[in-house]
T-cell receptor
Framework: EAGVTQFPSHSVIEKGQTVTLRCDPI?????LYWYRRVMGKEIKFLLH????????ESGMPNNRFLAERTGGTYSTLKVQPAELEDSGVYFC??????????????????FGEGSRLTVL | AQSVTQLGSHVSVSEGALVLLRCNYS??????LFWYVQYPNQGLQLLLK??????LVKGINGFEAEFKKSETSFHLTKPSAHMSDAAEYFC????????????FGSGTRLSIRP
């Protein structure tokens, strides 16, 4: 069974450009999460989808970030326009539970390898 | 609000020595606690979790952690380090009321000396 896959693994763009990150969760996983790690600091929650609906987007930094999950399968995270402080590693995770259970407790979170974004 | 603090961004031990990675948490509600590991060029992988059952939790690869409420700690240990344990380790917390979020610490990079 394929794990969580993320694309691209590394993206280098200039300030002001647009980048779209993609996450393919494990097939059948209704819950999809985006996290971000900036400059070796803590991994911070961005948002949570249940199927195609945004369950919680309280961690999104600002309106330059747009996440979608059309059809409840893969998800994209677009940064437009990118700023220097957006550099970091963006992690996607998925879990199987359909209910709004506690993440990681009611169902294990499976993480992708991350997409490293460098904004110059 | 919940948070975790990992003491030491980098820990180095000799092969065969005890591994101790420290984590302290803050939570106003009963916490659920985790340790995740990230090996080079891989995603985060769950090592173990505490979910209010036994306070001593055993995980994969010989790791274990003990939940100590009085000390608000959840330190990760392994009796004998192996070269393959070199990785970055993250302590994390959530709760029933936290709904979507797992709160991660800043990570501890573990190096193993031959």
């Amino acid at each position: 069974e394929a794990g969580v896959t993320q694309f691209p693994s590394h993206s280098v763009i200039e300030k002001g450009q647009t980048v779209t990150l993609r996450c393919d969760p494990i097939s059948g996983h209704d819950n999809l999460y985006w996290y971000r790690r900036v400059m070796g600091k803590e991994i911070k929650f961005l948002l949570h989808f249940v199927k195609e609906s945004k369950q919680d987007e309280s961690g999104m930094p600002n309106n330059r970030f747009l996440a979608e999950r059309t059809g409840g399968t893969y998800s994209t995270l677009k940064v437009q326009p990118a700023e220097l402080e957006d550099s970091g590693v963006y992690f996607c995770a998925s879990s199987q539970d359909v209910t709004s259970g506690v993440p990681g407790v009611t169902g294990e979170l499976f993480f992708g390898e991350g997409s490293r974004l460098t904004v110059l | 609000a919940q948070s975790v603090t990992q003491l030491g961004s980098h820990v180095s031990v000799s092969e065969g020595a005890l591994v101790l990675l420290r984590c302290n948490y803050s939570s106003s509600v009963p916490p659920y606690l985790f340790w995740y590991v990230q090996y080079p060029n891989q995603g985060l992988q769950l090592l173990l979790k505490y979910t209010s059952a036994a306070t001593l939790v055993k995980g994969i690869n010989g790791f274990e952690a003990e939940f100590k409420k009085s000390e608000t700690s959840f330190h990760l240990t392994k009796p004998s380090a192996h070269m393959s344990d070199a990785a970055e380790y993250f302590c994390a917390v959530t709760s029933y009321s936290s709904a979507s979020k797992i709160i991660f610490g800043s990570g501890t990079r573990l190096s193993i000396r031959p």
